[in-house]
């Protein structure tokens, strides 16, 4: 597609919310509203957020319309609403919600026909489509956001059966080496990115070796078994001393040679040590990405905080990237099965607080060359 498209825009705009409903498609209202946990959402939080943050670009911003429910929009901003509160917040629920979300589309689609969005566009938001990538980004990474949630509900099946499919790795990981020098980090500066992957930069590495495949379920089992760690989310002891995984309410047997999931930046660095190894830096990671194999499977921790590049300019809003910048903050790479394609490429960065196991993360090992 030719960002100047604006059929192709409002295609993938479609798809996107086809898949968004497709997954929620299997669940009554009353699972839409449940709080499962305080780290994520009601699904009817998101949907509305969904909604709500393509009316404040593509129908406010850009088309310079009035919002449709007046204030509504504070409901929906997830700086100022904690998500351990979203579920008490009088927000849009059931058949309110739809509607809302068809009117939102019915709108933005007006506005994409009014507009100027080719490489000569005189605002940033409109060229080469920006503002309308960031919408179908924004989409696409909440779909895997309900994922996180969807491990919690349980039947829940969904309707593509081949979500959620894992590779399958052997036990013994072959390593790649990587040459020191200088490498190019970052996105280039033309084509969609979001602001933290800018500007592109160079970097000195030292040489580095890094295991071609993710970290296995067998291999941190065996981890745990000689220091006793926690298992990860979703794990349980089967009578026979095995381990099973429960999510959606079921008790499947664990496959030793898919990639770990779910396991926190704490775990993740403790198992490298245990290993004799270490975690790369998120440059290493990215210096590395066209060779590894297993890229897609889980979100790679690195050890490298979330911070801003060389010369960052934060661009559209400040509330993406830039009030999560220090050391709070761990960097993944890579992404996830439940993460969208047209969401993952070389230079993106996934960040979360160390603690967190709700994401679908794993962890590939380096050590020093």
């Not at 933290?196 to 065996?222: C, G, K, M, S, W």
């Not at 969208?340 to 679908?360: A, G, T, Y």
Request: aromatic share 10%.
């Amino acid at each position: 597609m030719t960002p100047s498209s604006k059929e192709a825009i409002a295609e993938r705009l479609a798809e996107a919310r086809r898949f968004t409903l497709e997954l929620l498609q299997p669940l009554d209202d009353e699972q839409l509203n449940r709080v499962y946990s305080p780290l994520l959402s009601p699904l009817a939080w998101d949907l509305g957020h969904i909604a709500n943050f393509e009316e404040l670009w593509l129908v406010q911003t850009i088309g310079e319309r009035g919002p449709l429910h007046g204030e509504l929009g504070r409901f929906y901003n997830a700086i100022e609403n904690p998500r351990k509160t979203r579920g008490e917040l009088p927000i849009l629920r059931d058949t309110e919600l739809r509607s809302y979300l068809e009117d939102v589309r019915e709108r933005a689609l007006e506005v994409l026909s009014e507009v100027d969005i080719g490489p000569d566009a005189k605002d940033p938001l409109l060229r080469e489509g920006f503002v309308y990538e960031m919408l179908l980004a924004h989409e696409q990474q909440h779909n895997e956001t309900m994922l996180q949630l969807l491990q919690m509900v349980e039947d829940y099946s969904p309707v593509d059966p081949e979500l959620g499919a894992l590779c399958a790795f052997g036990a013994d990981s072959e390593t790649i080496w990587m040459a020191g020098g200088e490498y190019e980090i970052g996105a280039p500066a033309q084509g969609f990115a979001y602001d933290n992957e800018r500007p592109r930069h160079t970097v000195e590495l030292a040489p580095f070796e890094i295991d071609r495949t993710p970290v296995t379920n067998a291999t941190y089992i065996q981890f745990m078994e000689e220091t006793a760690a926690e298992p990860p989310l979703y794990w349980e002891r089967e009578g026979d001393g095995g381990w099973v995984l429960t999510r959606m309410g079921g008790r499947d047997p664990i496959n030793p040679a898919h990639p770990v999931l779910h396991v926190s930046w704490h775990e993740a660095d403790a198992l490298a040590h245990w290993a004799g190894k270490r975690l790369l830096t998120e440059q290493e990671w990215e210096a590395a990405a066209p060779r590894l194999e297993g890229v897609g499977q889980a979100w790679e921790w690195t050890s490298s905080d979330f911070l801003a590049y060389p010369g960052f300019e934060a661009f559209p809003y400040p509330e993406y990237s830039q009030v999560f910048f220090g050391d709070a903050y761990k960097v993944l790479r890579g992404g996830s099965w439940a993460t969208r394609r047209n969401v993952m490429r070389p230079s993106f960065r996934n960040w979360d607080l160390p603690e967190r196991r709700q994401i679908f993360s794993g962890v590939r090992l380096a050590r020093d060359s």
